[in-house]
């Protein structure tokens, strides 16, 4: 019998009666007098996914996941549920109320995110490429009274046991073993949780957080990068998470096939909580398949083999995956969401040619990641293919769960506010509001009245607004260079230099000019066998490209990588820096 076999069995020891026999109550005791007595109303909650999709398809995989021990390990929906319940009942026996979340993509940071929502307490998941004591900042200041984290990173830690001594550390081995030698404390608290489940009364997900009295009240906090000040916990609320989801299954088209969605993790869960894309897979009934690392011959081989059909990933990963030896282009399509900084034409050219379509978004943390998408309009297939992937690469129309996305004009009173023409010409900064904006910011609310002024949520990304009603990222507004009085978008200049067939990615910055004032200089790395030279990029920029003569660099430096963050955004500020001399800087 394997360790899953065991877990199940040993699992049904401590369930009085079987999933489908377990009823969700819409109401509970003690709700809000305005929603007793209405019988079409329940409030929108997501913990509920994971307990209907085991109740649906209970045998069907809900986890396929390379083990740190290199095991194939396959848990059923059934066997998830039955953890995440496990840990539910763990963190209600101790009374834990902020759960802290340090793991990269496994099994348990999937299966704690439902266990702790299910427990009614509030996750917070940290990217654990951050500093240490940024790290140590961010579960102190969101209030963590307990931690779950994988082995790999508990070294992590240090500073925060120095600054909050004796908070617990549930520590997760990531093996394909759930009890005995291989196994580790977060699997005994989910066997604890279940035992403690079964003394008393075994009620199961009957008497978890299924649904929740208030869906305003706070689900998670996903903190910021903090690569200029201190991370800010972004609030998302049970309502938030559950129509991002939703949108997030129609606009990646999640269900759109006859068979099941296999999702590739190559997103960091701890990103804006996996841009909701652990509730929005599950409540398809998907399989997720985990990865510890981001691996190009690994993916490639879960692409052919496996059959993914969706994975999200930042354009950074979707040129180096293309670039990889084992890309060949797929039997059957793959839909790809992209989103991070500004993908290039000439990017989703290569993706389409190896049947990888993408899924063009736009978002923010404060969002719960996407929040518009580039829609891709039937006639486009008429237009010449370079103008169609240029329509392609824009960051369109607001999701369907969310308000339309405006374009307005910049250095207003907080109160003012004033769209730009729609002439794909005037440049203005791209606000949000509805379902799917954040709260605010957790214990700031000075940073929460700056992020919602006038009424509407700012993104602080500079963009026009086309004819047909989509919006165009240009950049964030330090990353216009004004040369000579006219304005280079820096990501214009790295999509049109990123056509070179020798350049695999581009990075554009400001430099000073004692004449112009500022000019742009330009860092590319190079495809492999390639050999190029930076007076041969401005040479093709001058003679052979599209570049208007403005705004041909008059610097380009061949390097071996470009500085990135955790999430696959190009690092300006260390370009900068760069720029400026400091070679160090990271």
Not at 242 to 254: D, T
Request: hydrophobic share 40%.
């Amino acid at each position: 019998m394997s360790p899953l076999d065991r877990l199940q069995k040993l699992a049904s020891h401590f369930t009085s009666t079987s999933p489908t026999a377990e009823p969700i109550q819409s109401i509970r005791e003690g709700d809000s007098h305005e929603y007793n007595h209405r019988h079409n109303f329940h409030t929108l909650s997501p913990t509920s996914f994971l307990w209907r999709a085991a109740c649906i398809e209970p045998d069907a995989t809900a986890i396929y996941h390379i083990t740190a021990n290199s095991k194939i390990l396959r848990r059923s929906y059934a066997e998830a549920a039955d953890r995440a319940r496990g840990l539910a009942y763990y963190l209600r026996k101790h009374n834990y109320k902020r759960v802290g979340i340090l793991s990269t993509n496994t099994p348990a940071f999937l299966e704690s995110l439902f266990g702790i929502a299910a427990a009614g307490a509030v996750s917070v998941a940290v990217n654990y490429r951050l500093k240490t004591d940024d790290i140590a900042y961010i579960f102190q200041h969101s209030d963590c009274d307990i931690i779950i984290a994988d082995l790999e990173f508990v070294e992590l830690l240090g500073a925060y046991k120095k600054l909050v001594p004796g908070t617990p550390i549930l520590v997760d081995n990531d093996t394909d073993a759930t009890e005995g030698e291989l196994s580790g404390p977060f699997d005994d608290a989910v066997l604890e949780g279940l035992q403690y489940d079964h003394q008393n009364g075994g009620k199961g997900w009957a008497d978890l957080e299924t649904q929740v009295k208030n869906e305003e009240d706070l689900m998670a906090l996903a903190y910021t990068s903090g690569t200029t000040a201190r991370p800010k916990g972004v609030e998302y609320t049970y309502r938030g998470v559950y129509l991002a989801a939703l949108g997030n299954i129609i606009e990646s088209g999640l269900n759109y096939h006859s068979g099941r969605a296999k999702y590739l993790w190559t997103l960091p869960m701890f990103h804006a909580t996996g841009w909701t894309f652990p509730w929005a897979v599950t409540a398809v009934r998907g399989t997720h398949y985990c990865m510890r690392k981001i691996d190009y011959p690994q993916i490639w081989r879960l692409l052919k083999e496996e059959g993914i059909t969706h994975f999200n990933a930042a354009p950074t990963v979707n040129t180096l995956l293309c670039a990889a030896k084992e890309a060949e282009r797929l039997e059957n399509p793959v839909r790809v969401t992209v989103a991070a900084s500004p993908p290039t034409a000439h990017l989703f050219e290569q993706m389409m040619n190896l049947n990888l379509l993408p899924v063009h978004v736009y978002g923010l943390t404060e969002t719960y990641g996407p929040i518009t998408k580039g829609y891709h309009m039937p006639e486009w297939e008429e237009i010449p293919l370079k103008e169609k992937y240029a329509k392609m690469a824009r960051q369109g129309h607001g999701f369907v769960v969310s308000q339309p996305a405006r374009v307005i004009k910049p250095e207003q009173p907080d109160d003012v506010l004033i769209d730009v023409e729609r002439d794909g010409k005037e440049i203005g900064e791209i606000v949000f509001g509805g379902n799917i904006c954040a709260k605010g910011y957790y214990k700031d609310a000075e940073a929460t009245k700056k992020l919602w002024a006038g009424g509407v949520n700012h993104s602080g990304d500079l963009a026009v607004w086309h004819p047909d009603g989509a919006i165009q990222i240009l950049d964030r507004a330090k990353d216009i260079i004004i040369s000579g009085g006219e304005n280079i978008s820096s990501v214009a200049l790295e999509s049109m230099l990123a056509t070179h067939p020798s350049i695999l990615e581009v990075g554009v910055v400001a430099v000073a000019d004692s004449h112009w004032g500022e000019r742009p200089k330009a860092y590319v790395t190079v495809k492999d066998g390639e050999n190029l030279k930076g007076e041969d990029v401005i040479d093709w920029a001058k003679h052979k490209s599209d570049i208007s003569k403005f705004m041909v660099p008059r610097e380009v430096e061949v390097i071996r990588e470009l500085p990135k963050t955790s999430t696959g955004k190009m690092k300006k500020n260390v370009l900068r820096e760069w720029a400026k001399g400091n070679k160090d800087a990271k």
